[in-house]
């Protein structure tokens, strides 16, 4: 099971880091990644790592905000978010995909575990 949490209400430029802890299972052999859907839009891909952390996708309209982390001893995957904007607001969600993939994928047709999302929104 996995559980995103740290959402809330942030400012425009400024900074937050959210956290996706699993339990029940062990998340460590498995690619993980950021979702954000934001009102009235699909879901998106927001950031991507590797189960070994080597390797790392971001998607464009984050790329050099955003970075994606992971502590495998704990269980956790974590986003921290700089630079903030108003369209950085949505619904984050935390999601593994288990099947040992090589690469990591950027649709959630990808991944096969989700956690409740949580609302992330940035005033202007």
């Known amino acids: 099971q996995l559980q995103a949490c740290g959402g809330g209400l942030v400012q425009a430029g400024g900074f937050r880091r959210i956290s996706c802890a699993a339990s029940?299972?062990?998340?460590?052999?498995?690619?993980m990644a950021w979702f954000r859907q934001g009102p009235g839009k699909e879901r998106e891909i927001v950031a991507a790592?590797?189960?070994?952390?080597?390797?790392?996708y971001y998607a464009r309209s984050v790329k050099g905000r955003f970075t994606i982390s992971r502590e495998n001893a704990n269980n956790t995957v974590y986003l921290q978010m700089n630079s903030l904007k108003p369209e950085d607001t949505a619904v984050y969600y935390c999601a593994a995909d288990r099947r040992h993939s090589m690469a990591v994928a950027i649709s959630p047709h990808g991944y096969d575990s989700w956690g409740l999302g949580t609302q992330f929104t940035v005033s202007s």
């Open positions: 029940g299972r062990i998340f460590s052999p498995y690619n």
């Open positions: 790592i590797t189960a070994s952390a080597g390797k790392t």
